[in-house]
């Protein structure tokens, strides 16, 4: 059993030892990690998601916020969803080697997570974790998806402020966003600024959001030059901004509402034996008078 007082003081000390075991432990859902999550304190570091699709540079503009916030003394936690896919190999081992200068910082801890085979699923392990990250002490907490799917976008739900990377010639990610990354948005950064026609794409989005959405929650547009640093602090200052516009209260209580949300299902969910529920679908389907409610009703 790993006492959190334990894991929050070698977290002070720069020692994430005992973080990464209790990282595992939520991995794989076990009674310890549930007696430990009931143990935290509670914490409002921002958790900051930052997603969009593969390439557009996420991994890239997370090292430049972690320079900026480690030069001020902060210590940042950053989690990244590995699609688990062999097609990105080179995507993931590209991210350790952007990252290496703080795979041994004493004011960060980087862990990669693969999207699948979580027991109790990947939302609640991420919800999980990033709510450990805060009470251990973290001053951000960011959390890298590459945004191609639902799960992506639900995991980006869970933080406070949703960063939507995009390239300027992302014409079918236009298209995405309206399958749901426009709603998750809080703020978009254009990144690769220096390709030509980016200022053509940002127009583009910025009246694409005019259309879409109310004035007062209007995500902030924000140019980006990634690999040289450029805009930055501009990206820095609209996620403060959206930070200080959070604490009215009102999304606050919106996002805990969704996180319970969340919780109840992963809690329900795993009541429920699902290799028994294949193997009895199996048999039941092919019957003539098979009705899935009545099936399904047979696990509530
Ligand atoms: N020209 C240019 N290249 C950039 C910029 N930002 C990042 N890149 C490059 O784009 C490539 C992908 O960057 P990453 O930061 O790995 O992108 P990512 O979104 O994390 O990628 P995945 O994690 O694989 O989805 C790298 O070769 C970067 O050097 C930029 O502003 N301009
Ligand atoms: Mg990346």
């Given at each position: 059993?790993?006492?959190?007082?334990?894991i929050?003081k070698g977290?002070?000390?720069?020692?994430?030892?005992?973080?990464?075991?209790?990282?595992s432990q939520?991995?794989?859902?076990t009674a310890?990690?549930?007696?430990?999550?009931?143990s935290?304190?509670?914490?409002?570091?921002p958790?900051?998601?930052i997603?969009?699709?593969?390439g557009a540079?996420?991994?890239?503009?997370?090292?430049?916020l972690?320079t900026t916030?480690?030069n001020?003394?902060k210590k940042?936690?950053?989690?990244s969803?590995?699609p688990?896919?062999?097609f990105?190999?080179?995507?993931?081992?590209?991210?350790?080697i952007?990252m290496?200068d703080w795979?041994l910082h004493?004011?960060v801890?980087?862990?990669?997570?693969?999207?699948?085979?979580?027991?109790?699923?990947?939302n609640?392990?991420?919800?999980?974790?990033t709510?450990?990250m805060?009470s251990?002490?973290?001053?951000?907490?960011?959390?890298?998806?590459?945004?191609v799917g639902?799960?992506?976008?639900?995991?980006?739900?869970?933080a406070d402020?949703?960063?939507?990377?995009l390239?300027?010639?992302?014409?079918?990610e236009v298209?995405?966003?309206?399958?749901?990354?426009m709603?998750?948005?809080?703020?978009?950064?254009?990144?690769k600024s220096d390709?030509?026609?980016?200022?053509?794409f940002v127009?583009?989005?910025?009246?694409?959001i005019?259309e879409?959405?109310?004035s007062?929650?209007?995500?902030?547009?924000?140019s980006t030059i990634?690999?040289?640093?450029?805009?930055?602090?501009?990206?820095?200052k609209?996620?403060e901004a959206?930070?200080?516009?959070?604490?009215d209260?009102?999304?606050k209580?919106e996002?805990?509402?969704?996180?319970v949300?969340q919780?109840?299902?992963a809690?329900?969910?795993?009541?429920?034996d699902?290799?028994?529920?294949?193997?009895?679908?199996?048999l039941?389907?092919?019957?003539?008078?098979?009705?899935?409610?009545?099936f399904?009703?047979?696990f509530?």
């Amino acid at each position: 059993m790993i006492e959190f007082e334990k894991i929050y003081k070698g977290v002070a000390e720069g020692d994430y030892l005992l973080l990464a075991k209790a990282v595992s432990q939520i991995e794989n859902n076990t009674a310890e990690a549930a007696v430990l999550l009931q143990s935290l304190l509670p914490q409002s570091s921002p958790i900051i998601g930052i997603t969009g699709p593969p390439g557009a540079g996420k991994s890239t503009l997370i090292n430049a916020l972690i320079t900026t916030w480690v030069n001020e003394g902060k210590k940042v936690a950053v989690l990244s969803v590995d699609p688990s896919s062999p097609f990105h190999q080179g995507a993931i081992l590209g991210d350790r080697i952007r990252m290496k200068d703080w795979y041994l910082h004493p004011q960060v801890y980087i862990r990669s997570l693969a999207s699948r085979g979580h027991l109790g699923g990947l939302n609640m392990a991420m919800l999980s974790m990033t709510t450990l990250m805060q009470s251990a002490g973290f001053d951000y907490i960011l959390v890298e998806t590459v945004g191609v799917g639902q799960s992506e976008v639900e995991i980006a739900s869970l933080a406070d402020t949703t960063v939507v990377v995009l390239v300027p010639e992302a014409g079918d990610e236009v298209q995405m966003m309206k399958s749901g990354l426009m709603e998750i948005a809080n703020v978009f950064v254009v990144n690769k600024s220096d390709r030509p026609n980016a200022q053509v794409f940002v127009n583009h989005l910025k009246q694409m959001i005019a259309e879409n959405t109310s004035s007062q929650l209007a995500p902030a547009v924000v140019s980006t030059i990634a690999t040289e640093r450029e805009g930055i602090s501009d990206l820095l200052k609209a996620i403060e901004a959206h930070q200080l516009a959070m604490q009215d209260g009102l999304q606050k209580k919106e996002m805990y509402f969704n996180k319970v949300v969340q919780l109840i299902m992963a809690s329900k969910m795993n009541q429920v034996d699902i290799e028994k529920v294949k193997t009895s679908l199996a048999l039941e389907c092919t019957k003539a008078n098979f009705n899935v409610f009545k099936f399904a009703q047979t696990f509530y």
